[in-house]
């Protein structure tokens, strides 16, 4: 994950450099006048915001996938450990009870040999 989140940092920071320098370019090499560069840079900008916005909405999306997923198995490990452990009380209670009845047998068999 850290790989994405660097290639989606490098992305970015290239996407925006490249905005600005494509800009920048358009301004000073523009046979246009003050207005027409101004409408120019108007929608270049709101292109510009909604491809970032674009962009957000799929690194949030993405994200929420990976939150969700790791809740999930999260969820089930949990899940599993208290199966787990809920088994190995069944046993030992059962080992318990298994000592304990044997225990009060050879208790009961010595006080019957002994009366």
């Known amino acids: 994950m850290n790989d994405n989140d660097s290639d989606l940092g490098s992305f970015l920071a290239g996407f925006v450099i490249g905005a600005l320098v ?3 370019t ?3 090499l523009a046979p246009q006048s ?3 560069t101004r409408d120019q840079l108007s929608h270049i900008s709101t292109d510009l915001r909604q491809a970032g916005e674009e962009r ?3 690194v949030r999306h993405a994200a929420d996938n990976y939150g969700r997923e790791y809740r999930d198995r999260a969820g089930a490990i ?3 450990t208290r199966t787990m452990a809920q088994n190995l009380a069944d046993q030992a209670t059962d080992q ?8 009060r047998d050879q208790a009961n068999s010595a006080d019957n040999h002994t009366a």
Do not use: K, P, S
């Open 96 to 103: 318990t009870r298994i000592v304990l009845d044997a225990g």
């Open 56 to 58: 957000f909405d799929q």
């Open 26 to 28: 358009a301004l000073i």
């Open 22 to 24: 494509g800009a920048a």
């Open 34 to 36: 003050g207005q027409a």
């Open 78 to 80: 949990l899940t599993d």
